[in-house]
């Protein structure tokens, strides 16, 4: 069983998942990435996966049979379970406790070369549903404070497989880098009385020069601060702090945003490997919630990041990056692009 | 000219490096990894590099000729520049300052395929000494808070050219990494009148389980909450906040802990990339230093990366890092090496 481990300088938590196991030599082998056939995300293969959580399905069709569109799947090799307590322990002076969460795999569509870009709204709409249900379910789980959905897109951006697929990790704790964005936004809140993300949305419409795409509800834009080349933030314009709140006709329009969006960038760079990550509020149902009014001050948003340039020694040792794109030029390549 | 900005919701700062301009295009092109001949930083080739700023070499050559052993030069491309002022301004609600900084380029060897785990104890001295001296004179400027040194070993490690080289880069802010692992050593203190490092050591030393290596006056140790499988700290026993606090006594014994552990690294993993980054005291000379007590909190120290796995989008959107090999796995394999 995996488990957490907290940094006594920085206060950082590490997943040590020790069933993973890796030793010297299982560095060596390189990444399987899974043709159609033998690829356990394609229609046809389901045995190949754990049994599915959740799909969407024609009526006719069984659980784990062919007939579907978007299947989630426990992730074969977790690193984290739902089985067992959160246990917290000393170690001397180290502080440790039990690796529970949850660790899913959203395959996003049945065909093994169904690339986002290529796919239509309906496609995408149904991919950002699936995120929003699984994440409602997985809030219900009490001992899990925070829930992250991100996609690896591409060997570089750590995608073991090259089937289409996103994943979703519940961890017993807030991350740091979430803890960090939602506690500068209550700061934010406490000298202005306004949500920052509103204030940026506010501030980048009225540049314009950083904004990759707008449409009514929701806005693409390159980020004052970006730290990588061509990163991305996608936002609602509403003030919203939970990705469960958006509407169903807001669902609609997210895919649109995110599917131009994606398309600008494939075209502009030519299809880049990328991560994306979901941010949006920590489960506020755990016991002592340490944000009583998140509603008011934090905004959910998806961060885009291509894989173009390398993360080295400097970034590693000072969290300080190098961009050697300004945001404005990046959005200037996106806004050029058809799309 | 680069400008550094900040980002409204979590405070970090980014260098954008509009000099260094890349458009889309530039990030397909392969890396460049130079071959003896054409590579700048070879013995007799000094013309190629900008005017070295210091080197050890010969009595009796002249500088930017033949018969040095370590070379330090600015990068050609440098991500900050000396010149210029500190000049901070509001652009709308987002805060940038100038990119005023140095970037220095440390050649470690005039040979080009002499390897840092392959050389003498002399050899690392040399490189060791160097890392001292450049950093007591960048200190001298105050508008500089922070000097980083680091190492990229390979291209997924970042480097662009294969000839062994560490970085020295100097910024007019303290990075946020940074400054977390200050504050927390500061807190730590504050609670125990204690240093946190020389406690880690101390708690190591009574495991036993996470050594990899230890002398009369080093350890090397693969951390408690290791991020990444194989990552190694190496830290003086002695406590001290400050690289150049070293005598040379303790330098001749930190190039054999230093050899020792990246010879045991190349070994068990077969030559791995990596990274290091020498972590030490930001600049007290600088006006309104924050942290007056520095020397006795923080203690200087090594961090080693070897790059094995791909850093994907949970660690990008949470901060949180898996790593699938326990550190005390990691360290018995080390420790089994011969060396």
Sequence with gaps: MSELRKDPVIGRWVIIASERGKRPTDFATA????????????????????????????????????????????NKFPALRVEGSVDREGVGMFDKMSGIGAHEILIETPMHDDFLQNRSNEGIMLLLDTYQKRMVDLKRDIRLHYIIIFKNEGERAGASLSHSHSQIIATPIVPKRVREEVDGSLEYFGYKMRCVFCDIIREEKRFGSRIVYESASFISLCPFASRFPFEIWLLPKRHMSDYSLMTQQESVELSECLLITMKRLAVALGEPQYNWMLHTEPNTAVPRNPWPDIRDHYHWHFEIIPKLTRVAGFEWGTGFYINPTPPEDAAAFLREVEG
């Design 31 to 74: 990444t399987p990435k899974g043709k159609p056939g033998s690829c356990p995300f394609c229609e046809g293969n389901e045995t190949m996966t754990p049994p599915e959580i959740y799909a969407v399905r024609s009526h006719d069709t069984l659980a784990n049979t062919p007939g579907w569109k978007v299947r989630v799947v426990p």
